[in-house]
C-alpha cells in the first residue's frame, strides 16, 4: 500500500457533514490506529536512531516510495498526516519539537472551523499511538506545554463530544476505567494490585495494539497511574525479546536483517514473594508464569530486559537463581 493508498482508505471512510476540525480529528484517530512506532528506533541506540531517522528523511521527499510498512517514527506519521488533511484543503506544517528530543517533529495544523473560527493546534500524533490503540483520551491534540505559545487548545469536553460524533468512542473514555481501578486498588497489597490490573477487563480487553512500543507504553502508564506507590519498588514491567534468524528468503532476497520479538514481563515482590506474569501476544494479555518457566524459556534465548540495567530485572534473574538452587537442594536431600 503506497502512501496515497492509506490516505485514500482513510478519507473514503470518513463521515459526512463534519467540520475542519472535526475532520483532522477523524483522520488523527485513524492514522493512530493503523501504525506502530519503530521498536529498532525506540531501543536503538544514538547510531542506530541516526541511520533510520535519516532514512525517514530521505524517503519523505520520494513520493513513489511505497509504504507498506505499519512501523514508523515521527517524520513518516507526520507527513502522511499532512498529506490526508492537504488532501481535503486543510493546511498543515511539519515543525521541530524539542519536547521529545532534539530532532522530533510535529505537525501544526491550520484550520478555517465552521464553528470555532480560524484555529492552530498541534497534532503530536506519535506521543498518543498508545491512547489511541486503547480508547484512551488523547494529550497531544489541540494541547500546548510550557515550551509551546501561539497555539490553540480545544476544550476536552468539545474533544470528547467531537470524539463520539466521529465514532472514536461510545460514551466515555477508558481513562474512566483506569480512575475507577485506581481507588480499588488503594488497600491492596503488591500482588493483589497487580493480579487485579491484570485480571480486570475494563483495563486489557478490547486492546489492539500495532506493536511493541504502544504495548509496552500503555501497561507502563496503567501501572503509574493506578498504583505508583508500588512501581519501581515492589512491582516492574520490563521488555524481553528473542532474536529471531533470518529465514532463508530474507537471505536469498538481500533483506536480511538481526530482528528481535519483543514481549512483556511482569512481577510483584512482597515479603521474598514473587508472582510473575509474561505477556501471551496470542491472548493478547499477561498470563502468570512460574520462576522455573521463566529460567526454561531463558535458557532457550529470552532476554530479559534491553538494558544491563533496566530496573527490577537483575532483581528477577537473582530471584530466578536462588529458587533453582532451593529446587536443586531439596531434589538432592530426596
Request: glycine share 4%; with cysteine.
Amino acid at each position: 500500500m503506497t502512501k496515497q493508498d492509506l490516505v485514500d482508505s482513510i478519507i473514503q471512510s470518513m463521515p459526512k457533514n463534519l467540520t475542519q476540525l472535526e475532520k483532522a480529528r477523524y483522520i488523527y484517530i485513524e492514522l493512530g490506529k493503523q501504525r506502530r512506532f519503530d521498536t529498532r528506533y525506540y531501543y536503538g541506540n544514538s547510531s542506530t536512531r541516526k541511520r533510520i531517522y535519516e532514512r525517514a528523511q530521505a524517503s519523505r521527499l520520494n513520493p513513489n516510495i511505497i509504504r507498506n510498512k505499519r512501523t514508523i517514527i515521527c517524520i513518516t506519521l507526520s507527513e502522511i498526516y499532512k498529506s490526508a488533511l492537504k488532501q481535503i484543503g486543510i493546511d498543515c506544517e511539519i515543525v521541530r519539537n524539542g519536547t521529545f528530543g532534539d530532532k522530533h517533529v510535529i505537525p501544526i495544523v491550520s484550520l478555517n472551523d465552521e464553528k470555532r473560527g480560524n484555529l492552530r493546534i498541534r497534532a503530536d500524533l506519535q506521543q498518543d499511538l498508545e491512547a489511541i490503540q486503547t480508547g484512551m483520551s488523547t494529550v497531544e491534540f489541540g494541547t500546548v506545554n510550557r515550551y509551546e505559545k501561539n497555539y490553540d487548545v480545544i476544550n476536552e469536553d468539545d474533544l470528547k463530544k467531537i470524539d463520539q460524533k466521529i465514532g472514536y468512542i461510545k460514551e466515555y473514555y477508558r481513562d474512566v476505567d483506569i480512575e475507577t481501578a485506581r481507588r480499588i486498588v488503594r488497600e491492596m497489597n503488591a500482588h493483589e494490585s497487580l493480579k487485579y490490573i491484570f485480571q480486570k477487563p475494563e483495563l486489557c480487553a478490547n486492546t489492539h495494539f500495532n506493536g511493541q512500543v504502544e504495548r509496552r507504553k500503555y501497561y507502563r502508564f496503567l501501572l503509574d497511574t493506578i498504583i505508583p506507590h508500588y512501581t519501581d519498588k515492589k512491582v516492574y514491567i520490563f521488555t524481553c525479546y528473542r532474536e529471531k534468524k533470518n529465514t532463508v528468503e530474507d537471505v536469498k532476497e538481500g533483506t536480511a536483517t538481526e530482528k528481535k520479538d519483543y514481549t512483556l514481563c511482569a512481577y510483584s515482590y512482597e515479603k521474598d514473594d514473587v508472582n510473575t506474569y509474561l505477556y501471551s501476544t496470542k491472548e493478547e494479555r499477561f498470563l502468570p508464569i512460574s520462576l522455573e518457566k521463566l529460567d526454561e524459556l531463558q535458557n532457550e534465548g529470552l532476554v530479559l530486559g534491553t538494558k544491563k540495567k533496566t530496573k527490577g530485572v537483575n532483581l528477577l534473574k537473582k530471584i530466578i537463581r536462588q529458587n533453582k538452587k532451593k529446587k536443586d537442594i531439596t531434589e538432592r536431600e530426596i
